[in-house]
């Protein structure tokens, strides 16, 4: 399956996709950017206003990340 996340290694912490996403899906943890996967409607809004397109990114999981997980990410998990 496919989850919506955010780049670590992208990301500068600006939070301009939490101000953008209209259903508070998006988490700001220990400065990392967190996409509550329930929550997401993949409206796009948060893709639109990122600067550096980290938040324009989608993996493949066999399992759903939460965003306590999330927070804790340096780079992508591999699998
Ligand atoms: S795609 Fe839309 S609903 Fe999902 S996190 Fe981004 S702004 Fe929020
Ligand atoms: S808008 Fe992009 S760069 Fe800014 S906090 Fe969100 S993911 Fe990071």
Redesign the pocket.
């Known amino acids: 399956m496919r989850q919506h996340v ?1 780049d670590p290694e ?9 101000m ?1 996403c209209p259903v508070k899906a ?1 988490e700001c943890i220990l400065g990392r ?1 967190c996409i509550d996967h329930d929550l997401c409607k993949d409206c796009g809004k ?1 893709i639109r ?7 324009d990114c989608f993996i493949e999981v066999k399992r759903i990340y939460d965003q306590e997980e999330q927070s804790t990410w340096t780079v992508l998990p591999s699998e």
């Not at 992208?10 to 939490?18: D, K, L, R, V």
């Open positions: 955010t992208m990301c500068i912490q600006c939070s301009a996709c939490e953008a998006i950017y948060c206003d990122c600067p550096t397109g980290a938040v």
